[in-house]
């Protein structure tokens, strides 16, 4: 059937072209589609929607807001709702973990919090070349593209996309190690002619490369190398952040703390625009106006984000409660990855799914279980993986019924 969608809009859609069905209403870990179909949510809007749609405990606060007269656009202008959410934070989240970093607004997505990001440690050390990962995803923007790692992705900006290098990401050379020797031998050849980068930025688990989790060893090596060479480490915890490893910030387990830290998706709790750039005190060089927009601190996503902390990360009940949905999303997983030759488990926490050696198969399956009535995503540069990201607040019951149904989607795919 022709409609609006397919004569209007442009062809650069993507996900609509795997769900073709017009999504209505949705709550918790459910969309509701036009037709009256119903359909579980193992996507959870590429990972803004942690704790679930509609959230009733986001949502009434939320319509109290709305309904009180209180600002809701104000560009970085000075409201109740912004100093709320800022004194949450600082309490729930940086004083906890011992960070002291200062908190920026770059925009209201992910990619505008890395441009902040690249742009920082550029003004910072006056350097401009920046080193990323192989299969790194960073945003669609052309500094966030340039420091991607997907060829098909960086076609579509027109330009040579500059001053930045890919190297290979933990386990690239499947299994080996990728050690920091060659880089560090690099780093030291003063006379080489190789450019000192400003940063490194780096996803702890690449969320849309194919979810590749690096092992939190091999993370900690690479902030030493940046602290040995005076070379800023940018996290990029726009996907894995917020809750969705197990652990507020992704890198909590690994024992450093990144200069600069991005985060975006699930930060406004609500799926509702927000970005955050952090970094330390001593980093904070810009000039007023050096990097403004319109949308940035929207006060009813200041609202939602410090609901959000305030019920899910005030004590450890919640992070107790993502746990053990991790255990039984991997247990599920291996009972995937078994059901065929050469597959296995890939990723972290609740960022995690199967990577299957045909490269048809992860699509098939997404495909047979959307017509079961589940929605999955596919990663990694060839869609190999099957990729699960539920929603945090996610319940035993609906995950157990997800993974039911792609375990019988696989056997349907390839049996
Ligand atoms: N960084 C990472 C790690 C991401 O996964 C994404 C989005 N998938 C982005 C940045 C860009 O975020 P946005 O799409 O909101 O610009």
Same mark, same amino acid.
Request: net charge negative; with cysteine.
């Given at each position: 059937? #022709?409609?609006?969608?397919?004569?209007?809009?442009?062809?650069?859609?993507?996900?609509?072209?795997?769900?073709?069905?017009?999504?209505?209403?949705?709550?918790?870990?459910?969309?509701?589609?036009e037709d009256g179909k119903e359909y579980l949510d193992f996507f959870s809007g590429a990972g803004a929607l942690n704790y679930g749609h509609n959230n009733p405990l986001l949502l009434e606060p939320l319509l109290d807001y709305l309904r009180s007269g209180a600002v809701v656009h104000s560009l970085d202008m000075k409201t109740p709702a912004k100093r709320r959410f800022l004194e949450?934070?600082?309490?729930?989240?940086?004083?906890?973990?011992?960070?002291?970093?200062?908190?920026?607004?770059?925009?209201?997505?992910?990619?505008?919090?890395?441009?902040?990001?690249?742009?920082?440690?550029?003004?910072?050390?006056?350097?401009?070349?920046?080193?990323?990962?192989?299969?790194?995803?960073?945003?669609?923007?052309? $500094?966030?593209?340039?420091?991607?790692?997907?060829?098909?992705?960086?076609?579509?900006?027109?330009?040579?996309?500059?001053?930045?290098?890919?190297?290979?990401?933990?386990?690239?050379?499947?299994?080996? #190690?990728?050690?920091?020797?060659?880089?560090?031998?690099?780093?030291?050849?003063?006379?080489?002619?190789?450019?000192?980068?400003?940063?490194?930025?780096?996803?702890?688990?690449?969320?849309?490369?194919?979810?590749?989790?690096?092992?939190?060893?091999?993370?900690?090596?690479?902030?030493?190398?940046?602290?040995?060479h005076d070379i800023l480490l940018i996290v990029d915890d726009v996907q894995a952040g917020c809750g969705r490893t197990g652990t507020f910030f992704s890198f909590e387990d690994a024992g450093f703390t990144p200069d600069i830290i991005c985060l975006s998706k699930s930060i406004s709790g609500f799926g509702l625009p927000m970005a955050l750039t952090l970094f330390r005190p001593e980093?904070?060089?810009?000039?007023?106006?050096?990097?403004?927009?319109?949308?940035?601190?929207?006060?009813?996503?200041?609202?939602?984000?410090?609901?959000?902390?305030?019920?899910?990360?005030?004590?450890?009940?919640?992070?107790?409660?993502?746990?053990?949905?991790?255990?039984?999303?991997?247990?599920?997983?291996?009972?995937?990855?078994? #059901?065929?030759?050469?597959?296995?488990?890939?990723?972290?926490?609740?960022?995690?799914?199967?990577?299957?050696?045909?490269?048809?198969?992860?699509?098939?399956?997404?495909?047979?279980?959307?017509?079961?009535?589940?929605?999955?995503?596919?990663?990694?540069?060839?869609?190999?993986?099957?990729?699960?990201?539920?929603?945090?607040?996610?319940?035993?019951?609906?995950?157990?019924? $997800?993974?039911?149904?792609?375990?019988?989607?696989?056997?349907?795919?390839?049996?």
């Open positions: 059937m #022709t409609d609006i969608f397919e004569t209007l809009e442009s062809e650069v859609r993507g996900y609509c072209r795997s769900w073709p069905a017009v999504f209505e209403r949705s709550q918790g870990s459910t969309m509701y589609a949450t934070f600082q309490e729930v989240i940086l004083k906890p973990r011992g960070m002291d970093h200062k908190v920026m607004f770059p925009g209201p997505t992910g990619t505008n919090s890395v441009e902040a990001a690249l742009k920082l440690a550029r003004k910072v050390t006056g350097r401009q070349h920046i080193l990323s990962f192989t299969n790194a995803f960073h945003g669609m923007t052309l $500094g966030s593209l340039s420091v991607t790692g997907n060829s098909m992705k960086r076609k579509g900006a027109g330009i040579p996309l500059t001053n930045s290098s890919k190297i290979p990401y933990d386990d690239y050379f499947d299994g080996e #190690t990728a050690d920091f020797l060659w880089l560090e031998r690099v780093l030291e050849d003063s006379g080489s002619g190789v450019d000192k980068p400003a940063a490194v930025i780096v996803e702890t688990v690449q969320g849309e490369g194919g979810l590749n989790a690096a092992r939190l060893t091999w993370l900690k090596g690479l902030s030493d190398l940046c602290k040995k980093l904070d060089v810009w000039e007023p106006g050096e990097h403004n927009g319109t949308f940035r601190g929207h006060n009813p996503a200041f609202v939602t984000g410090t609901a959000a902390l305030n019920t899910y990360w005030r004590d450890d009940a919640f992070q107790q409660q993502v746990a053990a949905r991790i255990a039984q999303l991997h247990d599920g997983l291996e009972r995937l990855a078994a #059901t065929v030759e050469g597959a296995s488990v890939r990723g972290r926490g609740l960022l995690a799914g199967v990577f299957f050696p045909d490269t048809e198969t992860a699509g098939k399956i997404a495909a047979a279980a959307y017509e079961q009535g589940l929605l999955v995503e596919t990663s990694g540069p060839e869609s190999e993986v099957v990729k699960l990201m539920p929603a945090l607040t996610i319940t035993a019951e609906e995950l157990e019924r $997800g993974l039911g149904i792609l375990i019988e989607a696989a056997s349907t795919v390839t049996g």
